[in-house]
Nanobody
Framework: QSPLVESGGGLVQSGGSLRLSCAASEFTLKYYSVGWFRQAPGKERELVSCITSSGAGTNYSDSVKGRFTISRDNVINTVDLQMDSLKPEDTAVYYC????????????????????WGQGTQVTVSS
């Protein structure tokens, strides 16, 4: 079983919303920076958003900026990705990943920085 589990994916119409959640069952997620990545068919996996372990910093790809919001809830040990105004080009498998950082105020776009990965959840946006 993957140390991270994503949930909340599904099929939605263009303009709709989904909320993805990333949970950790074997460690305390609040000590980790967390990234949400996605991989569309025939494309490389790319960073969508990340949040620092401190929670004070976030980053977004240009393609989702202003539409997606990443947040963390250290009480229930999850990191969520609220996705609004979804477009067909957002269709992909979405993965969360966790990195135990040296700097609590940084999160990374590079996949190699992340220590743990989930198995992914499918998001499909119909036009």
């Amino acid at each position: 079983q993957s140390p991270l589990v994503e949930s909340g994916g599904g099929l939605v119409q263009s303009g709709g919303s989904l909320r993805l959640s990333c949970a950790a069952s074997e460690f305390t997620l609040k000590y980790y920076s967390v990234g949400w990545f996605r991989q569309a068919p025939g494309k490389e996996r790319e960073l969508v958003s990340c949040i620092t372990s401190s929670g004070a910093g976030t980053n977004y790809s240009d393609s989702v900026k202003g539409r997606f919001t990443i947040s963390r809830d250290n009480v229930i040990n999850t990191v969520d990705l609220q996705m609004d105004s979804l477009k067909p080009e957002d269709t992909a498998v979405y993965y969360c990943a966790a990195d135990l950082p040296f700097n609590v105020n940084k999160c990374y776009a590079e996949q190699k920085e992340y220590d743990f990965w989930g198995q992914g959840t499918q998001v499909t946006v119909s036009s």
